[in-house]
């Protein structure tokens, strides 16, 4: 079955305890993503990627960390962990740039004490 | 960072109602998307627009994509209880030649029975 598949569901974890979230497809997406979902900003993209070794930022990328070594996978690193960015997390992918539509996964719910 | 304006921010209809919601932007978009998010889900896809002026349906849905390029609607009719959720619009804006996937702010949805 094509799907997106993320790692952890839930999360909670403590204030500057590096984590990290897993994403992974299986359509040979080339364009991956990451989104951040907070009551009534709708879905922030924190970081994109257009294809392996090929990341940039999105529109709120501070204190986020992403690679993408396969083609894959996408993994969201959490360095030092902050309250702010306690949130519901989305992974996306999309077939190519531009144009197509994107996939999501299932979603984290991220809590940082 | 760039974002798609959309209303209203959330509805509450009877069921058996009409539903219309909209998506602008300052800029061109070459292709319009719509998603609905279930409660705990990530996003999925209802309807893709890829040529202005373009008016699509799928079932009870309707969307079409401006004249403009900036601009699309959806309409839902004879709203049903399992219609409820958030229903966002989406695209592709390229930026120094880039391409990123924004999201719309959404529109929570809410039917009455």
């Known amino acids: 079955e094509a799907q997106v598949t993320q790692n952890p569901r839930y999360l909670i974890t403590v204030t500057g305890k590096k984590l990290t979230v897993t994403c992974s497809q299986n359509?040979?997406?080339?364009?991956m993503s990451w989104y951040r979902q907070d009551p009534g900003l709708g879905l922030r993209q924190i970081y994109y990627?257009?294809?392996?070794?090929?990341?940039d930022k999105g529109d709120v990328p501070e204190g986020y960390k992403v690679s993408r070594k396969e083609k894959r996978n996408f993994p969201l690193i959490l360095e030092s962990p902050s309250p702010n960015q306690t949130s519901l997390y989305f992974c996306?992918?999309?077939?190519?740039?531009?144009?197509?539509?994107?996939?999501f996964g299932q979603g984290t719910r991220l809590t940082v004490v | 960072g760039q974002q798609l304006n959309q209303s209203p921010q959330s509805m509450f209809i009877q069921e058996g109602e009409d539903v219309s919601m909209n998506c602008t932007s300052s800029?061109?978009?070459?292709?319009w998307l719509w998603y609905k998010q279930d409660p705990g889900e990530g996003p999925v896809l209802l309807i893709a627009?890829?040529?202005?002026?373009e008016l699509t349906s799928n079932g009870r849905l309707t969307a079409q994509f401006g004249i403009t390029r900036k601009d699309s609607f959806l309409n839902i009719s004879a709203s049903i209880p399992s219609d409820v959720g958030i229903y966002f619009c989406?695209?592709?804006?390229?930026?120094?030649?880039?391409?990123?996937?924004?999201f719309g702010t959404g529109t929570r949805l809410k039917v009455l029975a």
């Open positions: 996306a992918s999309s077939l190519r740039t531009g144009g197509t539509e994107a996939f």
């Open positions: 359509m040979n997406h080339e364009y």
């Open positions: 990627s257009m294809n392996v070794e090929v990341t």
């Open positions: 800029s061109i978009f070459n292709t």
């Open positions: 627009l890829y040529k202005a002026g």
């Open positions: 989406a695209g592709w804006a390229t930026t120094s030649g880039t391409y990123k996937y924004i």
